[in-house]
């Protein structure tokens, strides 16, 4: 039958459907094979031929037929996962159950009445047509689970036959160790099977499908306290889907495997297309909402460096019951950690190539996929974090997401990435040894948007982030936070080695670049508006001070060009000292605001020249699309504080009630003394909004910690102008050379203990990934648009 002829009667079909009254029964097979046996229809041809508007109706006027449909197409599937779908028929009817599955259920979610629908069992389901218990029948979500895990290795339809004789002695189903049928070489699995595009794509559509089954999430409102687990993600990762484990290893492996750039050979992708991206692009998505898990709340297993034979750990206790998160979270053998952050690397470093040789590698969209997984694998794995970060491989993590961060920052659609990009950032640098990775020269050349310079990666990561401060949105704000946080984990102390004193034999040196940057942030940041304009802006300038304090109490010797930076804008300093916090000069810092309303000063920055074969960042195309967020948690909710001491080993602080922002975050969920203290110094204005007073500049003026850079100042101040005096100097480079070998050493207050906030998982950020991987699913799945026009409860979709 041809395919017009099939699309024709596929829409009789529907038509028929929808305009019937009366229920069709179950068993009337000739109605119900219309729908599926005859047709070959794509899921482009099954979306545009089944519109919105008639499943509606459906729902609505004749629900039991719905009902019926669902339940037929179900059980159309349970049956080829049975038999095995050795004929092209069976094989064609379960591809085509499977796109109209896709196309109905989103219209079954969005109806809060039918959504215990899949968890009932249906009356008479019994395969003996009503003779059997109803009590052994399964809810039909089951059912449907568990025939789309059977199938996934179902041999010659999505994985090779190991058999080579014919029919008769075909693989049996049952008997089948799906952990022979892995699809790809990796993780716990030595053999790459040979490729095939059919079985590649039979695999997509059923990923399809499952991660329709699991968008209900979609349905409903963001709600931390819902017990927040998903009953489809829940059940197909539970113990009774005996292929969890092959799966799970199947999606990680296809992901981690996968080399866009055509096997290597340049502009290959344009003569040959890839059939394989859709494939990892599904992988990928439902590998996500897997492990979509809140790991403040269970238990993960323990980091001991026991090797046992298999790929997972066995370590005790037995962690999540969720089997995918349990597997992620252990495995532990180096060459797995390799395999997976080697594929990451490579998948996201895949934009950046695109720089060098414009369209000779095929780009790959699925950046954001990827970021949430390797976040997932860094939370629930911690060997792998520390894996990541025993070498400089973290490297080539880091240089993409600064390239991603500084890409979209102009971009109002994907203030989600940013945020990713940060929060991943902010998690490794909770890390003792991010630091020293900071360290390694800085030598790629990507074309970025950035003032070239010439330095390690520290100096890029603070260039990248003074460029988002100073000329990304102002929905970035939030982010101020974890950027200044990062910065001031990035630059602590070295840690030493166990045994050896503290003394950082890595000492760092920011390029000139570098310090002037963050002396305008400073600059920026301690404006007095600024400062008088939002209760917690002040925290920027205590973070910026940290980090001065730490280079200077610290790494003093190698980094005389912070050093000068901080000499030449000595005044910036004076008037932080000075800050008036009399009613009369407050009023005025604000009536200047409301006269420039530029978000941050851009001015007094020397821009250089950005780097060659780069474009600047752009803002949103005027009417895209992007899903609304929840907001995250604050800093001192994100982070945990802990000490650097002595030996180098970090000790947690507990925070003291009466401590400011400043000095320790407050105890969990509750808001500190200090805070309420802020609360009542500074007073609502008429307007409800929250206004400035004298006491609240002066409870936290105070507190500034000044002292060691005014000591550094009052000793070197004189020196560097003795010597511009006495040779008439103009130049640089002689003042350079002078602080180069000048020493501080007992001139300066008694060193600080180094502090580094830790990222800490918590229930707010939980939720705010579930929001943001759901709508980064919803928006990349156009074609089909499974869930376009849907009415979707997690988050809203706006355009820009």
């Not at 095929?362 to 060997?383: A, G, M, S």
Request: glycine share 6%.
């Amino acid at each position: 039958m041809g395919s017009a002829d099939s699309k024709l009667n596929f829409r009789k079909a529907v038509i028929q459907l929808t305009t019937k009254t009366q229920p069709v029964e179950a068993t009337d097979d000739a109605f119900w094979d219309q729908f599926w046996a005859d047709t070959a229809t794509s899921v482009q041809d099954v979306f545009a031929l089944v519109p919105a508007a008639e499943i509606r109706a459906v729902r609505e006027e004749s629900p039991s037929n719905l009902a019926t449909l669902c339940y037929k197409a179900v059980e159309k599937l349970v049956q080829g996962a049975e038999s095995g779908c050795h004929s092209e028929k069976e094989k064609q009817v379960v591809l085509n159950c499977s796109r109209l599955l896709t196309r109905v259920l989103p219209y079954i979610f969005e109806d809060p009445d039918w959504r215990g629908f899949f968890w009932s069992t249906v009356p008479g389901a019994g395969r003996g047509g009503g003779e059997e218990e109803d009590e052994n029948a399964r809810p039909l979500a089951e059912s449907l689970l568990l025939a789309i895990a059977d199938l996934l290795f179902c041999p010659d339809f999505t994985v090779q036959s190991h058999r080579r004789s014919t029919v008769d002695s075909a693989e049996d189903v049952h008997s089948l160790d799906s952990c022979e049928y892995i699809w790809e070489a990796g993780v716990g699995f030595a053999h790459s099977p040979q490729p095939n595009y059919t079985h590649d794509m039979n695999r997509m559509e059923l990923l399809k499908l499952l991660l329709t089954c699991f968008s209900e999430a979609m349905y409903l409102p963001p709600a931390p306290e819902s017990g927040s687990t998903n009953p489809w993600v829940q059940f197909f990762c539970s113990t009774e889907n005996r292929h969890a484990l092959p799966l799970f290893t199947s999606l990680l492996n296809t992901v981690c495997a996968y080399d866009p750039v055509g096997y290597g050979i340049p502009y290959n992708h344009l003569l040959f297309s890839d059939y394989r991206e859709p494939l990892v692009e599904e992988a990928a998505q439902v590998l996500i909402v897997t492990l979509d898990h809140d790991g403040a709340t269970s238990a993960s297993p323990t980091v001991d460096g026991t090797t046992t034979g298999t790929a997972m750990d066995d370590a005790d206790p037995p962690g999540p019951e969720n089997l995918f998160v349990n597997y992620l979270s252990r495995i532990h053998r180096e060459e797995d950690f390799q395999f997976i952050l080697k594929g990451i690397a490579r998948l996201l470093s895949n934009p950046l190539l695109q720089t060098y040789l414009p369209n000779s590698t095929k780009k790959i969209q699925f950046h954001q996929e990827l970021l949430v997984l390797f976040w997932k694998l860094c939370d629930f794995n911690k060997k792998f974090l520390f894996f990541v970060l025993k070498s400089s491989d973290v490297l080539d993590i880091l240089v993409p997401i600064l390239y991603f961060l500084n890409d979209a920052r102009a971009d109002q659609s994907r203030v989600g990435l940013m945020h990713i990009g940060v929060f991943i950032l902010l998690l490794l640098s909770g890390e003792r040894n991010f630091g020293v990775r900071l360290n390694k020269p800085y030598s790629v050349r990507v074309p970025m948007d950035i003032p070239v310079f010439t330095g390690t990666h520290a100096d890029l990561l603070i260039v990248v982030f003074h460029k988002i401060i100073t000329s990304g949105h102002q929905r970035l704000q939030p982010l101020f936070d974890c950027l200044l946080t990062i910065v001031v984990n990035g630059e602590g102390p070295a840690p030493p080695s166990a045994g050896s004193p503290p003394v950082s034999p890595y000492l760092k040196s920011l390029s000139m670049v570098t310090a002037n940057k963050l002396l305008h942030l400073l600059e920026a940041f301690s404006t007095t508006w600024f400062l008088f304009s939002a209760a917690q802006n002040h925290h920027l300038v205590f973070f910026l001070l940290e980090v001065f304090n730490n280079i200077i109490q610290y790494q003093f010797d190698g980094n005389s060009n912070l050093v000068y930076a901080i000499i030449r804008k000595r005044s910036v300093f004076h008037q932080l000292a000075n800050l008036p916090t009399d009613p009369p000069a407050i009023h005025k810092a604000l009536q200047r605001r409301r006269r420039t309303p530029e978000p941050l000063s851009r001015t007094g920055s020397q821009e250089g020249a950005s780097m060659e074969g780069s474009r600047p960042a752009a803002p949103a195309e005027p009417g895209t699309l992007k899903t609304s967020l929840v907001a995250t948690p604050g800093i001192d909710k994100l982070t945990e504080k802990s000490q650097v001491s002595e030996d180098g080993t970090l000790r947690s602080l507990e925070p003291e009630p009466h401590q400011s922002f400043a000095e320790g975050s407050p105890a969990k969920g509750e808001p500190s003394q200090a805070w309420r203290e802020q609360r009542r110094l500074s007073s609502p204005s008429a307007s409800g909004q929250w206004s400035p007073t004298s006491d609240w500049v002066l409870s936290w003026k105070s507190k500034l910690p000044l002292q060691t850079i005014m000591r550094l100042l009052q000793v070197l101040v004189p020196q560097v102008e003795k010597i511009c005096i006495d040779k008439g100097l103009t130049d640089e480079s002689e003042i350079l050379r002078f602080l180069q070998h000048g020493t501080l050493v007992g001139l300066l207050p008694v060193p600080h203990p180094i502090l580094i906030r830790k990222y800490q998982a918590n229930s707010g950020t939980a939720m705010w990934f579930r929001t943001y991987m759901w709508g980064v699913i919803y928006l990349r799945n156009v074609d089909p648009p499974i869930w376009y026009d849907t009415d979707v409860k997690l988050f809203e979709i706006q355009r820009v």
